[in-house]
């Protein structure tokens, strides 16, 4: 499977395409509503961005209390129930008076949610996919939440100059409850990929199997960390340059675009497994010369040129799925998202932090310097990873 034609033709890739890009829509307009409301209230880039990548705290915990669930509940009905949930979750958002920390209260449970949300999403990828497959519909998926981000953050903008922050945040809600009604009209019922019954024991179980080899550890450490650092450069681009927020968003989420497609459909699979590491330390790159404080437009041509490095999760998710069986796709790939979001939230939160005592452009230099060292100490274990045998498989458990 190499073409797009060959992709959409496959049996409901396109209602879940659809799905994931109205998710995404809500997400990115809801996001820069909360940092909007949070920021102009409290004036501290440290609560905006936790408003902005909070919930990401939220997939950490249900990443090793609720992940079981994603193998083990029928995927139409969880996503589409998911899908109601957020709408309900955004829609409190929008009430005025909210304290912030009820609000950052309210985020957190819906990165609960999140948690199981994207292993149940991508284990589905798979079965809906042949394995040939699997990368170009990721990358196509990756593409949509680029696109999304992009016209996201520039309706957002818009909707936010004419409806407020709390309108936009109730446009978010109606574009969660659109994509539960496509993930509930468009995908067939399915029964859950593995047996038995969710459970914070089979989390933490299959946790351990996944975490106990030691080329899958440094390709989830590397799906996580160097990314998730670059993510707290993100959080910073509304105290950075207010005004022009959306604009540097907007320009990170092409760059991301461009980078998944350019992978995804133009470069041979053999030499993907080699663009892993180039494309980790091109994430971190551009974001140094914030150093010299860059006006808005060279920074946000900067964040497009990064972000196209986030390419680099496309070769290191093909990995991480070659090195583990397909009933357990759903749990490694939910712990790849769920840690990644984790990851991203102690990145915003850390990113705030250092902006809290110094600059948010020395905070986002911080931040890529330590993205840029920290993908060097992982070389050594991925060129592993990407050579040798995966070891013994995560073996199926049933019950709970």
Known sequence: MRTYRELFGAPEFAPLFATVSLQMAAKTVSGLAV????????????LA???????????????????SAADRLPPRATLAGLAVAFAAGTA??????????????????????????????????????????????????NMSVGAMQICGFAAGALVMAVLSPRGTLLAGAGLYLAAAVVARAGLRARPPRATGRPSVAATWRANRLLWSSRLRR????????????????????????????GLLFAAAAAGMLAGDTVLGRFVPPHRRPRLGV???????GPYLIFAFGPAPGLAAALAALASMGFAA?????ERLLALTPGEAHG?????????????????????????????????????????????LLLVPGLRSAATRPAGPPVPARPGG
Do not use: K
Not at 219 to 235: H, Q, R, T
Not at 313 to 317: E, F, G, H, N, P
């Open 35 to 46: 940092g909007t409301l949070v920021y102009a209230a409290t004036d501290s880039p440290l």
């Open 49 to 67: 961005a936790l408003s902005m990548f909070g919930s990401s705290f939220g997939q950490v915990i249900g990443a090793v209390t609720l992940l």
């Open 92 to 141: 409190l958002l929008a009430l005025p008076g909210l304290p912030v920390g009820a609000l950052l209260a309210v985020i957190l449970v819906l990165g609960l949610g999140a948690s199981v949300g994207g292993g149940v999403r991508y284990g589905l990828l798979g079965e809906i996919l042949p394995p040939q497959g699997y990368l170009l519909g990721r990358s196509v998926l």
């Open 218 to 245: 440094h390709v989830f450490l590397a799906l996580w960390v160097p990314n998730g650092l670059i993510v707290g450069c993100e959080a910073l681009f509304v105290p950075y340059a207010a005004g022009q927020a």
């Open 278 to 284: 180039p494309l980790l330390l091109l994430l971190a």
């Open 313 to 317: 999760s496309l070769v290191l998710q």
């Open 331 to 375: 749990q490694a790939l939910g712990l790849h998202s769920s840690g990644q979001m984790g990851m991203q939230a102690v990145a915003a939160t850390l990113a705030g932090t250092v902006a809290q005592f110094t600059s948010a452009r020395a905070a986002i230099v911080v931040m890529a310097a330590a993205s840029a060292a920290v993908t």
